[in-house]
């Protein structure tokens, strides 16, 4: 076993890390017995030097990000094996291998063990992100790993990185293929087609996170007049377009996003003049449109990033949810989220519930909605249940 940097908690600090969660904060850190770079492994241990786990070390709130609370060799072959249990799980679950589906995550984060790593599969290609610099350093180990696992089922790694690292780490990544040739930018989820922007898009390329609501919204939409906010690439618009919605609006102020929509549109709805996307801000819209709509899908970016913001983010997930249910229609089906990690489930019912308080309309919850099963959440670490949804029914 190799020998690594002892970081010692303060007293009465170990008790979080006990209950295996696996962040360590700053403050926590009673003494470092050497000068740890960022990204090196450190073990850590408690006021009586007791081992508590190891894990990678990071300059910044989160000192450290533990990932085996055991004693281990944190060797290639450890990696390669937590990515192949990854795999394995994923083939249980049925993402693996299907012609109407292969578009999923195969590693997120925390919830396999991997705490600052997200792979998202499109089609052949993986598409990663490293959020800490102690993933980065092991990039080289992760392709192997990833090469090993699916064989023939992968042909191209992309690294997209850049923007997901500490900014003060200064490690040089740009974002690139790292392995391999690359393939069809169009991928497959539940027999429709989407065109992946992995180099330019948001997060890796698209939000795999929603296909299990996807797939309500399509089997609730037949009739509906829909209107598709925040539409990103225009997801929930081709589901409700697959669902028999009568006519379906998407809207995003990214005109980008726009385009992404159109072009998914074309691949699975060629010609049909049932779908308009608008390229404005989303409050603007709401305020502004003479349409009438009897369902609406609210699937805003994060509004909260930091602790420090989340009045701010709870005052807009009010403001936005209030106006459209003040222009839906009576009996309308309102889909709404929030992906803000620091939004509990809780804050984020209470936001809605002052929204509709504001209305003074009568709202019932019929659906509450979260991350499908290749996000999994580790039981210890709640902060990875990130996205909250609700479908209510608004009178």
């Known amino acids: 076993m190799r020998d690594f940097v002892k970081i010692v908690l303060k007293s009465g600090k170990d008790e979080s890390v006990r209950r295996f969660h696996p962040w360590v904060f700053s403050g926590a850190i009673k003494k470092i017995y050497g000068n740890p770079e960022e990204g090196d492994m450190v073990e850590v241990y408690d006021n009586k030097e007791e081992f508590l786990g190891i894990g990678h070390y990071g300059i910044g709130s989160i000192a450290v990000r533990i990932f085996s609370f055991v004693k281990v060799e944190p060797d290639a072959g450890y990696w390669q094996q937590r990515i192949a249990e990854a795999w394995k799980m994923r083939k249980s679950l049925g993402l693996c291998g299907s012609k109407k589906n292969n578009i999923f995550r195969l590693v997120h984060g925390e919830g396999d063990g991997m705490p600052g790593l997200i792979i998202d599969i499109y089609g052949k290609t993986a598409v ?90 399509e089997s609730l939409a037949e009739g509906k007049k829909v209107l598709n906010m925040f539409c990103y690439t225009g997801g929930f618009s081709v589901y409700a377009m697959r669902g028999g919605a009568n006519l379906v609006h998407s809207v995003d102020s990214s005109a980008r996003a726009i385009e992404l929509t159109n072009e998914n549109m074309e691949f699975n709805f060629p010609n049909d003049n049932r779908h308009q996307s608008f390229a404005v801000d989303a409050f603007k819209y709401l305020i502004e449109s003479e349409h009438k709509y009897d369902f609406i899908i609210l699937d805003p970016p994060a509004f909260a990033k930091h602790r420090d913001v989340v009045s701010n983010a709870m005052n807009g997930y009010k403001r936005l949810n209030a106006k459209a249910m003040e222009v839906i229609e009576k009996g309308g089906i309102l889909f709404t989220f929030s992906c803000s990690q620091v939004v509990t489930r809780d804050l984020f019912r209470k936001a809605i519930f002052q929204a509709a308080a504001m209305t003074g309309r009568k709202v019932k919850i019929l659906y509450q909605l979260s991350q499908p099963a290749d996000h999994p959440v580790n039981i210890y670490h709640p902060e990875g249940e990130y996205l909250k949804g609700l479908v209510l029914q608004i009178d």
């Open 128 to 217: 990663m992100q490293m959020h800490s610099v102690g993933m980065y350093k092991l990039r080289d180990v992760i392709v192997e790993g990833l090469k090993n696992a699916l064989g023939s089922d992968l042909i191209a790694i992309y690294d997209k990185s850049e923007g997901t690292l500490p900014h003060k780490a200064n490690v040089g990544n740009v974002d690139g293929l790292v392995w391999g040739s690359n393939e069809s930018s169009v991928a497959i989820e539940n027999g429709l087609k989407f065109f992946i922007d992995y180099e330019k898009g948001q997060k890796t390329g698209f939000f795999v996170d929603q296909r299990d609501n996807r797939s309500l919204v």
